[in-house]
């Protein structure tokens, strides 16, 4: 193709496309910013994604954006490290941010409570709570205990550097997400004490369970 050759039009509007980083879908076809910016979907589903399919998906993000403006949110996760979640028990609705989920605070990705199937919750690669977990939530695993202890009572001041990471992965009955698996990296020094974010990753956890539980 010539420097000066005509642009291919975004084959979901047909407007210009132009800029770096945009978004490829099946046969490498190359959509425009503003089609290109909403979207929130697994890979797998974008890269064999026909124009049509990505009009419809258009579509229900305009929905999940008016669902989401309409609901309350008066519970709210804001601590937990590259997170946000909220939960509203009265619409029956969990919203979540996460760059994986390629959505901002204008439009989160929002699942009904009857859509959430399957949940877990692993530090590393080691599961820490499911939904076969009773009693309260542990975040620890026996290595992590060991080195929160070395952490706790070492000398070296830089330890609380050290980085560590959870796995939030979920299942759920959704045409765009039907398994999403969020991690959560951490400086060891962020999980507890003033300002940490463990008690709040726990309260998010057992509510989770709670409600796919009653489903």
Known sequence: ???????????????????LFLTKIKDKQILCRKCSEPISMNKDLLQNAEPEFIR????????????????????RFTLIPGLEAGIDEDGQAVYLIHVDLNVDKENPVVLSFDQL???ELQRRKTTVDDLETTGPISLETGTSALAELARTVGSDEESGDNYDYFQLKLTANDPY??????????????LYGFNGFSDELIQLCQMLKHIIRKN
């Open 177 to 190: 997400w039907s398994e999403i698996n969020l991690r959560i990296d951490f400086k060891l020094k962020e």
């Open 56 to 75: 419809e998906h258009l579509e229900y993000r305009k929905k999940n954006a008016e669902k989401y403006n309409w609901l309350q949110w008066p519970t």
């Open 117 to 119: 199937t399957g949940y």
């Open 1 to 19: 193709m010539g420097l000066f050759s005509k642009k291919e039009a975004c084959p979901v509007c047909g407007g210009e496309v132009k800029g």
